[in-house]
């Protein structure tokens, strides 16, 4: 779909700003306990995630295995 639209080839720092955007939206809807708004915020931000790993030449999958080799060793907890 982005592709499609020549989003892969848009600007890397407008979709960072998009990117900030739909972060924000997705801290609304927890405050707000709004699960459908959360939802589709996940959503929209995993969009602009993609779109801007494109944008670099990566891959979210890329992106998600090698932040997965980063912290697959990790033990701590989160608190």
């Not at 997705?26 to 931000?45: C, P």
């Amino acid at each position: 779909w982005s592709k499609d639209k020549n989003l892969d080839k848009g600007n890397p720092d407008r979709q960072a700003l998009k990117f900030y955007e739909e972060a924000g939206e997705v801290g609304a809807a927890l405050s707000r306990n709004k699960l459908d708004d959360l939802k589709d915020g996940i959503g929209d931000t995993v969009v602009t995630l993609i779109i801007l790993a494109q944008q670099h030449g990566m891959t979210l999958e890329e992106c998600l295995q090698y932040a997965y080799e980063e912290i697959k060793g990790r033990t701590g907890k989160t608190i």
